[in-house]
């Protein structure tokens, strides 16, 4: 439930809950979702449910077990706010939060909405990093819900990065990652998207972090805008001596 990541901006994932349930259009071509009936399909014991919501008791004192300092991406595998998740089990989660000051969680919704619901009713540690996922121009209004929660840091998923993204008002917002889809059935990304969101946040001072170009060959498309290779950290995490951002996998 728990594993290093190869994910390029965390260094493990931790997975309290796993399973969820699609809600737009960046859910067309889950990872998770195939991942999880792959699981199942094997006998994985936290997967019997394949891609059903489910809670594991058993896994939220894993990152108590790491004594050395990790950037956490929980949930990989599901949606923390999904509303399926109640509040008792997410109080059990920023419990460990809470007593694993050395670590840091980053945390991604598509569901802001219930973030928000549930707000005043979580202890927003400083260890967490709170974001949300915006896959096109429709889901805009997902960044007015992220700015309204109050986690001390926040960022933003462009993934997968489904249209371009225009007169983005990122005050408040601590870091943007951008990434193209990859799979059999990525559907393309365009360099005038990403080159446009990027001026956008050097224009505002917010750190950009470009992941991939994606397509059915992820590693063939690369990481590299204009030859370069972009990947800024939040003050958060480029303060903290405690994380080597330059080789986190």
């Not at 997968?160 to 601590?174: E, R």
């Not at 990027?198 to 590693?219: A, T, Y």
């Not at 950290?233 to 951002?245: C, K, Q």
Request: with cysteine; aromatic share 10%; net charge positive.
């Amino acid at each position: 439930m728990a594993q290093n990541s190869r994910i390029s901006w965390t260094s493990a994932t931790w997975n309290p809950v796993t399973g969820c349930s699609k809600i737009s259009l960046g859910c067309q071509n889950c990872y998770a979702y195939k991942m999880a009936l792959y699981l199942q399909s094997i006998g994985a014991a936290h997967y019997q449910k394949g891609f059903k919501v489910a809670l594991h008791e058993d896994a939220l004192s894993i990152p108590l077990k790491w004594k050395s300092p990790k950037l956490i991406f929980a949930n990989s595998m599901s949606d923390l706010f999904h509303e399926k998740v109640p509040l008792s089990f997410l109080l059990k989660i920023f419990e460990t939060i809470k007593n694993t000051p050395h670590h840091k969680y980053q945390i991604l919704t598509k569901r802001p909405e219930r973030m928000l619901e549930l707000n005043d009713k979580l202890s927003w540690y400083d260890n967490v990093l709170m974001g949300t996922t915006i896959e096109s121009a429709e889901y805009l209004y997902r960044l007015d819900l992220l700015k309204k929660c109050s986690a001390k840091t926040k960022f933003l998923s462009l993934e997968p990065l489904l249209s371009n993204l225009k007169n983005l008002d990122l005050k408040g917002i601590d870091w943007v990652i951008l990434g193209g889809e990859s799979g059999e059935n990525a559907r393309p990304m365009q360099k005038e998207w990403v080159l446009d969101i990027k001026k956008q946040c050097q224009e505002q001072k917010v750190p950009f972090f470009f992941k991939q170009w994606g397509g059915r060959d992820k590693n063939k498309g690369g990481n590299l805008l204009d030859g370069q290779k972009i990947q800024e950290y939040p003050f958060i995490l480029r303060e903290s001596t405690l994380f080597d951002l330059d080789n986190l996998n």
